[in-house]
């Protein structure tokens, strides 16, 4: 059986880092003092982060996604078969344990 990342909390801490209301208070502590939504600025803390972290394993490369708008909502059956595809044909993954969300960011 395939392990996929982030599956079953694989390639996860086996419990979040933070409790939930940790992750709530962290997420709303700089709202009141900016003009995008909750999920605008969820996502931009999310790529940004996601940036650094491709940055550390291939710095010559200047990484940019916040000009990205494409966004694409799958069910889980279709993304674990679009992650188990992918790392078949292309099996280098950097992924990065998201502590505000208790996800994982795969690229």
Do not use: I
Request: glycine share 4%.
């Amino acid at each position: 059986r395939v392990r996929l990342p982030g599956f079953n909390r694989h390639m996860m801490p086996e419990e979040s880092t933070k409790t939930k209301a940790e992750r709530g208070a962290e997420k709303t502590e700089l709202s009141p003092f900016m003009s995008l939504t909750e999920t605008e600025a969820n996502r931009a803390r999310v790529l940004s982060d996601l940036e650094v972290k491709l940055k550390e394993r291939q710095d010559d490369r200047n990484w940019d996604f916040g000009a990205r708008h494409y966004e694409e909502k799958l069910s889980a059956n279709l993304m674990r078969q679009r992650l188990g595809m992918n790392l078949l044909l292309e099996p280098q993954v950097c992924p990065m344990y998201d502590e505000l969300d208790d996800n994982l960011v795969l690229c």
